[in-house]
């Protein structure tokens, strides 16, 4: 069959499947070639189609001359109301045509399991699979809370040590589940193991591990991926392409290369199966976490799958990230010691993200920064600024700073200490409300204002638990909140003890998380890893973090008041009274700098030596 002056050729679909009529199109057209599916006459008798082919062709118009020429073939769209119309017409014969469909459909399932077989497909790759995978491990899960407690009697030593075991088992279970379905269950499952202050320790340990269990694409699927979205093959785009990944995600997978004017760049390219499988699998988790909760009327975190909802989109869409890592370089520019790395356009999709190569150690490896002679107290100070700024003063939030995604180096051209911000595709926008009751509940956590706490926390929707709330957002106990957070240093039995009332208090935790408002999720697990981060580095709870945020709080405060008033005078008093607060919290710096300084040690133990009289 073919058009007049056209090359059109057609590949039966039970013989060879799309991919490999695919690759057959493009020997003939080239990477101008097109495939489409197109549907044979139906079967007057019956009202169904007698098959489907594939047609390729090199141009929409060849496409139509063919369509137009040959009798024995019709486009799907116009069969598919063409048999609608059929159907409305043979309701008699309906009865002959259930017993013809039940025996094709019975033909079909007994033919499929061969044809897979034939085909090497992937069983991981089918939602019936993962489906049953997870209901199999959700019910199990259930089964083992259900009945492990019947004969121990709660808040004995033995109920405690039972429920670890459980929990640990449990969180076992449900590592294991998100390794097996990978893409959208690894995300979720790094996300819980994330919220350290939030669950129990046995889940959130167990979970952790899989920052290093996340999937990888074979060569074949990344230049696939690469070809489909950039339309050349790699070859034709970079002069060397490392195959050996620079480190797999859940999502995608980042590679070094080389540009043909000898430019080194990171190439991140999407797993190429996620961006079909995420909206089944969000799914899935939603119906089973609906038929825990049903068991388990304590256990509410449909939290989980409405962020989930909210942000895989964005998180499968690169050119989003490209765009975010644009706009928050431009939002910190006056940081120094930021690094961004810069995004090639040209070289990138909504799968593939092309950016500038940048080296260095994780956030997190002391023996790195001894080794290259980074201050671990810079690092964390510089940290804490960035962020203050991000969540108080601009309501742009990077919300994924796992040590993965935040680099530390010395710069090669001016030898200063860098921090290098990667995976820009979640960002939590903070509207100016919510910001404003956020600023001014951390000023009021950092002072010990008991009032101002709970009037804000209220305001943020935490209700009559805002004790609870003050204790989840600053990780401390509420003897330490009380006090004022900056008053008091963080001690190892303050956080065994918060730990510890995490798996205590879960249930009002988890209604807590569905109580606030959705901008507070991602903050929540912004806090958490960065407190992660700080614990590693033994900066935690240090008066330079608390300083930043004081100043950042102030300014935003401040600039909100300027942009509700159109009274010069006000305005001048506003920037007055912000300028008075930030001078004192520069002073209230430099006392603390002078008593901690070796100076004023020096100066203390030589007055210490003067005589003196009584």
């Not at 990944?245 to 000898?262: E, F, I, R, T």
């Amino acid at each position: 069959m073919a058009a007049p002056g056209r090359k059109v050729f057609e590949v039966f679909v039970s013989k060879i499947p799309w991919t490999v009529a695919a690759k057959e199109v493009r020997e003939h057209f080239g990477q101008f070639g097109h495939v489409k599916k197109c549907l044979l006459p139906f079967d007057k008798e019956t009202g169904f189609h007698r098959g489907f082919c594939w047609i390729g062709f090199s141009s929409e118009e060849g496409l139509q001359n063919a369509l137009q020429n040959d009798p024995h073939l019709i486009e799907g769209t116009k069969l598919q109301a063409r048999v609608q119309r059929s159907r409305t017409k043979a309701v008699p014969h309906m009865a002959g045509r259930l017993l013809k469909v039940s025996s094709v459909a019975a033909g079909v399932f007994a033919s499929s399991g061969f044809y897979l077989y034939n085909q090497k497909v992937d069983l991981n790759d089918l939602s019936v699979v993962r489906f049953g995978r997870a209901a199999a491990t959700t019910a199990v899960i259930s089964y083992d809370y259900l009945t492990a407690f019947r004969d121990v009697q709660y808040g004995t030593e033995k109920y405690w040590v039972l429920r670890s075991e459980v929990h640990r088992r449990s969180a076992e279970r449900l590592r294991d589940l998100c390794c097996a379905n990978r893409g959208t269950f690894i995300k979720v499952g790094q996300h819980l193991g994330a919220l350290d202050y939030l669950l129990p320790e046995e889940y959130t340990s167990t979970l952790k591990i899989l920052h290093s269990r996340a999937p990888q694409s074979s060569m074949e699927e990344i230049q696939q991926v690469i070809r489909e979205d950039l339309g050349k093959e790699l070859e034709q785009l970079f002069t060397s392409f490392e195959e050996k990944p620079q480190g797999a995600a859940s999502l995608a997978q980042v590679h070094k290369a080389v540009l043909p004017d000898g430019r080194t760049v990171a190439v991140k390219v999407q797993h190429p199966k996620v961006q079909a499988q995420s909206s089944k699998d969000i799914v899935v988790m939603e119906f089973l976490l609906q038929a825990v909760h049903w068991l388990f009327p304590d256990f509410a975190f449909m939290w989980l799958v409405e962020e989930a909802k909210r942000n895989m989109p964005l998180e499968l869409d690169f050119l989003n990230e490209g765009r975010n890592a644009e706009k928050v370089a431009c939002m910190l520019q006056q940081f120094d010691f930021l690094k961004v790395p810069k995004i090639h356009w040209d070289l990138s999709t909504k799968r593939v993200l092309t950016m500038d190569f940048v080296e260095g150690g994780q956030v997190n490896d002391r023996e790195y920064m001894r080794t290259h002679g980074i201050d671990v107290n810079e690092i964390s100070r510089n940290l804490g600024k960035m962020y203050s700024e991000m969540i108080f003063v601009n309501g742009f939030v990077h919300c994924d700073p796992h040590p993965g995604n935040v680099l530390v180096r010395k710069c090669p051209k001016s030898n200063k200490t860098e921090i290098v911000l990667l995976d820009h595709g979640l960002y939590q926008v903070l509207n100016q409300d919510f910001r404003m009751d956020y600023c001014r509940l951390w000023q009021s956590l950092i002072k010990g204002d008991m009032k101002g706490i709970e009037r804000y926390s209220r305001r943020l929707g935490a209700g009559d638990l805002y004790p609870l709330f003050a204790c989840v957002l600053t990780a401390r106990s509420w003897t330490s909140v009380s006090t004022g957070i900056s008053q008091t240093p963080v001690t190892h039995s303050e956080d065994v003890e918060i730990r510890t009332n995490a798996a205590l208090y879960l249930p009002q935790i988890s209604d807590l998380l569905n109580r606030v408002p959705r901008q507070m999720l991602l903050l929540l697990k912004t806090n958490d890893l960065l407190r992660g981060i700080e614990a590693v580095l033994q900066t935690r709870a240090s008066s330079s973090s608390f300083l930043n945020m004081s100043r950042c709080c102030t300014r935003a405060i401040a600039s909100y008041k300027r942009s509700k008033t159109k009274s010069r005078t006000r305005r001048l008093k506003i920037s007055l009274a912000e300028t008075v607060s930030l001078w004192q919290i520069s002073v209230y710096e430099l006392m603390l700098w002078i008593q901690s300084s070796v100076l004023a040690r020096w100066i203390c133990s030589m007055l210490s030596y003067l005589p003196y009289t009584h």
